[in-house]
């Protein structure tokens, strides 16, 4: 399957804001479907981040942030906290493929 | 409590077939599609096709299509994925998940199972 790629870590000291890029293409991120992002801790299932491109279910704090331009994405991290370690997950849907494509992942850690 | 609870750790022979479960709980089992997406360490995670249990629609990915066998069992509020013969490329851990609607987002995961494949 076809994959949405993103950088495989990005890092940042605490306080800081911290960006995530989504590309994807013209069957997907460009044919102006949703985006969404996810948060995995190791050895948890995936949690729901952002969904419709930059909306923030109840629960997540308003740090989390989520944009689109053309075939691309962005997670933002506001203000970084030691508790934002984690990995990180962009997802759409494609219709070429017919069916989602998540991206790569990336690994954020705090320094 | 809204969740999706799957079946343990399995451990199988290639060639040998299984059959993995989740049971969902605590919302309309039949208002919502319920799917399987697995995580391949180094490979991302892939979508392998989703189930609606009020009339078992099944929509497969492309990749998945004929490998898989997905379906749901609304009296037991239980959605299933099956193999008939393990590959060593199927080892993985799946994850039963359940989004907001067709293609939307992702509200609800199950734990994972892991599935591991070797002679």
């Known amino acids: 399957q076809s994959m949405l790629t993103q950088p495989p870590s990005v890092s940042g000291a605490p306080g800081q804001r911290v960006t995530i890029s989504c590309t994807g293409s013209s069957s997907n991120i460009g044919a102006n479907y949703d985006v969404h992002w996810y948060q995995q801790f190791p050895g948890t299932a995936p949690n729901l981040l952002i969904y419709?491109?930059?909306m923030r279910p109840s629960g997540v704090p308003d740090r989390f942030s989520g944009s689109k331009s053309g075939s691309s994405a962005s997670l933002a991290i506001s203000a970084l906290q030691a508790e934002d370690e984690a990995d990180y997950f962009c997802q759409s849907y494609d219709i070429v493929l017919s069916t989602y494509v998540f991206g790569t992942g990336t690994t954020v850690t705090v320094l | 409590e809204v969740q999706l609870v799957q079946s343990g750790a399995e451990v199988r022979k290639p060639g040998e077939s299984l059959k993995i479960s989740c049971k969902a709980s605590?919302?309309?089992?039949?208002?919502?599609?319920i799917g399987w997406v697995r995580h391949v360490p180094g490979h991302g995670l892939e979508s392998l096709g989703f189930v609606h249990p009020a009339d078992s629609d099944t929509r497969y990915s492309a990749s998945f299509e004929g490998q898989v066998t997905i379906s749901a069992d609304k009296s037991l509020n239980t959605a299933y994925l099956q193999w008939t013969s393990l590959q060593a490329s199927d080892t993985a851990m799946y994850f039963c998940v359940r989004p907001v609607m067709a293609w939307s987002q992702i509200d609800l995961w199950g734990q994972g199972s892991v599935v591991t494949v070797s002679s």
């Open positions: 605590g919302y309309r089992f039949t208002n919502f599609w």
């Open positions: 419709g491109d930059s």
